[in-house]
């Protein structure tokens, strides 16, 4: 099995910045794309941002030019750099890693359980 586990998230500023880190582990034989998603109160869980094997990157247009996803793979680590914090942006946000176990098996996606970020005076 595969477990991703997020953290980093805390009560932030308006302004401010955060942190997360989501690490993978267990069977695994590769991870081709990594992805944050958010989840706010009362509202569907949104897509945030992604990054491949290769390291493309995308992000939703709500947070481009404030949110930075990068990755070590060595590490099977995913990060998310968020600076200049709104309101807004407070939900959990959840990790997502698309994960092949063996060379031949198929790919499947795995989640973690979340981390709450609060952005708040």
């Known amino acids: 099995q595969v477990q991703l586990v997020e953290s980093g998230g805390g009560l932030v500023q308006p302004g401010g910045s955060l942190r997360l880190s989501c690490a993978a582990s267990g069977s695994i034989f590769s991870i081709d794309v990594m992805r944050w998603y958010r989840q706010a109160p009362g509202k569907e869980r949104e897509w945030v941002a992604t990054?491949?094997?290769?390291?493309?990157?995308d992000y939703v247009d709500s947070v481009k030019g404030r949110f930075t996803i990068s990755r070590d793979i060595g590490k099977n680590t995913v990060y998310l750099q968020m600076d200049s914090l709104k309101p807004e942006d407070t939900a959990v946000y959840f990790c997502?890693?698309?994960?092949?176990?063996?060379?031949?098996?198929?790919?499947?996606?795995?989640w973690g359980k979340g981390t709450l970020v609060t952005v708040s005076s």
């Open positions: 990054i491949t094997s290769g390291g493309s990157t």
């Open positions: 997502n890693a698309v994960v092949r176990i063996t060379p031949t098996t198929v790919r499947v996606s795995y």
